[in-house]
């Protein structure tokens, strides 16, 4: 079975604070994915990347950056929270192989900006 | 235009009935069609995903495709409470990077 982890299932930061958030995927796949996903407004792509140290910007990557040092692992990073940052954050991964586009969600993390 | 459009709903049935959950799309060149599941506080999880026009069946749900027309649905028979969720389309547009472009979901709630 695909897994995809993240660090923490809720999450309360100030505004201001530099916020990490981890993924860990377990199916050696080339593609990984953050979203958010807001009410009303479904699934936006922030950031995504196609193997280690690439990386492309998404529909909405202002306020926010990535890095992927390792295949297995994709973090986003919240350089200065703030309150519009509050939202349900989902990561995802996907093969690059054509025909196996599937994309596997971890659990999701929600975080809340004061 | 958004790139793939669901209703929102909420779309009520009664326990036993079938549920039709529409999506279209605007990119004519687009691939792959993907149908997931996200209840209430948590992840989409994938039911069906479909290529080629025509049905795909898997157990209670079906898939249907008609790119002349740009459009996919997801058909759930004998539909259980335990089905309401929000539904989200996905579309595989042209390109590299298997990016997918995801409708905002259709809330189905299945009343006993």
């Known amino acids: 079975d695909v897994k995809v982890t993240q660090s923490s299932r809720y999450l309360v930061k100030r505004t201001g604070e530099k916020v990490f958030l981890e993924c860990v995927q377990d199916m050696d796949h080339e593609n990984m994915f953050w979203y958010r996903q807001d009410p009303g407004l479904g699934l936006r792509l922030i950031y995504f990347s196609y193997d280690v140290k690439m990386k492309e910007k998404g529909d909405i990557p202002e306020g926010y950056s990535v890095s992927r040092e390792k295949k297995e692992r994709f973090s986003l990073i919240l350089e200065s929270a703030s309150t519009n940052q509050t939202s349900m954050y989902l990561c995802?991964?996907?093969?690059?192989?054509?025909?196996?586009?599937?994309?596997?969600f971890g659990p999701g993390t929600r975080l809340l900006v004061l | 235009q958004k790139e793939v459009e669901q209703n929102s709903g909420p779309l009520s049935v009664p326990e036993g009935a079938i549920a039709s959950l529409n999506c279209t799309y605007s990119d004519r060149g687009s691939q792959s069609f993907f149908w997931y599941r996200q209840y209430s506080g948590k992840s989409p999880e994938l039911i069906m995903f479909i290529y080629s026009n025509g049905d795909k069946e898997d157990g209670r749900f079906t898939a249907q495709l008609n790119k002349a027309s740009q459009y996919v649905s997801l058909l759930i028979r004998d539909s259980q409470p335990s089905d309401s969720a929000t539904y989200l389309c996905a579309v595989k547009p042209p390109g590299g990077y298997n990016k997918l472009i995801f409708g905002a979901g259709t809330r189905l709630a299945v009343h006993p």
């Open positions: 995802a991964s996907s093969s690059r192989a054509g025909g196996r586009e599937t994309q596997y």
